[in-house]
């Protein structure tokens, strides 16, 4: 597990330095089937146009279960509209479950692998909200998150990219075209 671990940091600090638009972001979180919140906190590596490297790490403080979970995402815009952006992604992770002896499920344990499917959508500026619903593969159940995200190097008044020499004023960021 380190070993996978490794080898993905690695190729996201490849992906880094020829990286159109980074961001950083966080979100609230509930999981349907354990009534629980959280809060989670990412980075966004987006080296083309449709491809977004996102790095994540969350935690379930309120509810039933406590755990955190720290892994990567991996999204693909599949609509691309005026002002929107619709995507699907994966993700692959480690879970650590805090309080799983307290749980009643058969062969809980405090160490998991965390993987899941998911759609979401978003808006194309430079501090862009979000809004995904994710499926757990291994545990069988939902989430669902909303949180903002900035992306750094654009920018002016209205919060959209802006390079004078190539764009007009208020055209959206150019990974998100």
């Avoid at 405090?110 to 979000?130: D, H, K, M, S, Y």
């Amino acid at each position: 597990m380190k070993k996978i671990i490794s080898i993905l940091i690695l190729t996201l600090f490849s992906f880094i330095g020829s990286a159109q638009n980074i961001g950083i972001g966080g979100s609230a979180i509930y999981n349907f089937q354990s009534e629980s919140f959280g809060a989670g906190a990412r980075i966004s590596i987006n080296p083309n146009n449709n491809l977004s490297f996102v790095p994540q790490f969350s935690y379930f403080f309120a509810g039933p279960v406590s755990e955190w979970t720290a892994g990567l995402s991996l999204e693909l815009k599949v609509l691309k509209l005026k002002t929107f952006n619709f995507y699907i992604l994966g993700h692959g992770g480690y879970n650590n479950w805090l309080n799983s002896n307290a749980s009643a499920m058969e062969g809980a344990s405090p160490t998991n692998w965390n993987a899941e499917l998911g759609i979401g959508v978003t808006t194309n500026q430079c501090l862009r909200p979000f809004l995904e619903y994710r499926y757990n593969i291994k545990f069988q159940e939902t989430n669902l998150q909303l949180g903002l995200l900035y992306i750094f190097g654009c920018g002016n008044n209205n919060g959209s990219y802006r390079n004078p020499k190539r764009m007009k004023r208020g055209t959206v960021c150019p990974a998100y075209n």
